[in-house]
């Protein structure tokens, strides 16, 4: 059996790879962040936790914390654009950036659930 790729992150409410059953444990995935990797004869799929030591959940979740702060640096400069020269017209942008952090923060939330 000859290795295509590395494993990589997904999320189970958005995609799903062959059986879905922990490799690891023997449990179906359901929900939650996980693991894939494709070979020749089948998808290998691991939850977070049976799969926790692996580096790239680290640097995933450094990647959202990147995008948060991100995303919170440009709301407050937008914010204060948008009062200091009175245009309504960053309110679009604004919500945007709101709607963002807010659901980069609940995906935080979710994965720190699911992690055990």
């Known amino acids: 059996m000859a290795k295509k790729w590395d494993y990589y992150i997904d999320d189970a ?10 490799s690891a444990c023997g449990n179906k995935i ?3 962040e996980f693991r ?29 914390e990147n995008r948060i702060r991100r995303a919170k640096d440009q709301l407050a400069a937008a914010i204060e654009f ?4 009175g245009t309504e017209a960053l309110n679009d942008e604004i919500d945007d ?20």
Do not use: F, P
């Not at 409410?13 to 922990?22: A, D, E, F, V």
């Not at 089948?42 to 790239?56: F, M, V, W």
């Open 13 to 22: 409410r958005t995609h799903s790879y062959g059986l879905m059953i922990c």
């Open 30 to 32: 359901t929900k939650g």
């Open 36 to 64: 894939v990797r494709e070979t020749e004869d089948a998808y290998i799929t691991q939850h977070r936790s049976c799969s926790h030591t692996d580096g790239q959940w680290a640097r995933r979740d450094a990647q959202r």
């Open 82 to 85: 948008r009062d200091r020269w």
């Open 97 to 116: 950036l709101e709607a963002l952090i807010n659901k980069l923060q609940a995906d935080q939330k979710e994965v720190r659930r699911y992690v055990r």
